[in-house]
């Protein structure tokens, strides 16, 4: 466990206690930040942050704060940070610099030993480390480090990164960090804590979001996502370039692009559901290109319909943007319990649909006797689109027109998405559009194609992953990964996940 390490750590409390049945949910992987702030309260402006970051992960939360008397502190544990901090811990988080983290896990399990920020300490220091995405060598780089000797531990790709930087013969921090990009492959957007800095990383391909923004004159912070710097009255900067290394301290912001790029390739799921609608990626609002998902769709799937609504909360600009052009009346359908965050509640088809019931409940007033248009951003399983088509059914709609905002989910994410249980759980890997249809029970229902899904990003498709679409993975992924994960083959498509062969741009 973290607290191992001689410096100044704290005992993790664990408090919410996490529950099986997300495991299987998909989930995003984290979101970071870290600040360079000296003379700020930076743990506390450090937990704003992670609020509103917390769409990026709700399993553990923590904070790593160094201060220069007493040394690197951290409190983590499980549950949503409201949950995890309060005003006492944030008091004794004292220092100049931290990070921050909220996880779901990708790799590991969703215990307390693999919550984060994770501690390690090398000949050059203690450091703290926070990650957002997902290796794709981490068995490798496991068995490697075990041949060498001595334990990793935890179960996640994050704890082998830490042991790697740990175990380095580098004199600094971003040395051993330097090294560190040569031998890891896959999806990260890191930040680190060091004794008076902060440095921040993004992989090669900027699988993963990450940006730099400005607190005041000297002090810096970097965010997953550019909704965290609103809310702590920072200014946007930049993004973390691919392959960038950027180290904040007493000096101001020094980049360094350890690997150069040879091809952008960030997720397209943070455009459609993963990334907050008030964010910014690539210098493009992520409402707007959901708006603009909604006006496409209308033009590519028209019907005739008397209401469009939306299923809340992600598919609401998508609604709004397919109500504007197809001048259908937009209302709301279902109320939205704001209480319930997800609805893994357990495991088995029964309890689920109850999960269901309790988030959404359709409104009849609005609902009964009309033709609905029902907007939302994916289908995953399709385990809760069923239930809500039905719940909408029961409260007397006529007719259910189900209008999907990517096109159908046929292939496992290896970068940062958790779809540990198996490509097997992706319904449209196993079921056409038209069975699909069948089996939610809608009258229609109508995917938004590539060309007009890159058309509303605005931004050549080369910029983007798009894996879970179309099998083209831009980071090779090991045979035994691609096994593990990929479970009975498509009805459409039994091809082997293929790895993309990109010209350097
Ligand atoms: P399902 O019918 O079970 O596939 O669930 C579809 C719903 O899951 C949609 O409303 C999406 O907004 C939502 N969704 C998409 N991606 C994720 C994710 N990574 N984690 C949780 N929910 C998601």
Redesign the pocket.
Known sequence: MDDEYSVNLRAVSCQAAPCAGCRL????ACGVFGIYAPGEDVSRITYFALYALQHRGQESAGIAAWHPLEGMQQHKGMGLAFQVFSEDNLRELQGDVAIGHVRYSTTGNSGIENAQPMFGEARFGPFALGHNGNLVNTHTLREELGSQGGEVPGTSDTAVMAELISRSGADTLEEAIIEMMDVIQGAYSLVFLAPDKVIAVRDPHGVRPLCIGRLNADNWVVASETCALHVIGADFVREVEPGEMVTIDADGLAPTQVIEPTRKACCIFEFI??ARPDSHIYGRSVYMSRQRMGHLLAQQAPVEADLVIP?PE??IPHSMGYAQVSRIPYGEGFIKNRYIH?TFIAPDQRLRELGVKMKLTPLKEAVSGKRLVVV???????????PEIQLLRDAGAREIHLRINCPPIKYGCFYG?DTSAGRQEL?AARLSVEQIRDHLGADTLEYLNMKNLIAAVGLPKNNFCTACFDNQYPIPIPKELKAAKSGSPPLEDSKEARTEQVPGS
């Open positions: 949910q998909w989930g995003d559901y993963f299923v992600s598919g997800r939302d951003d994916s289908i995953v399983r399709g385990t809760t689109t069923g998405v319904i």
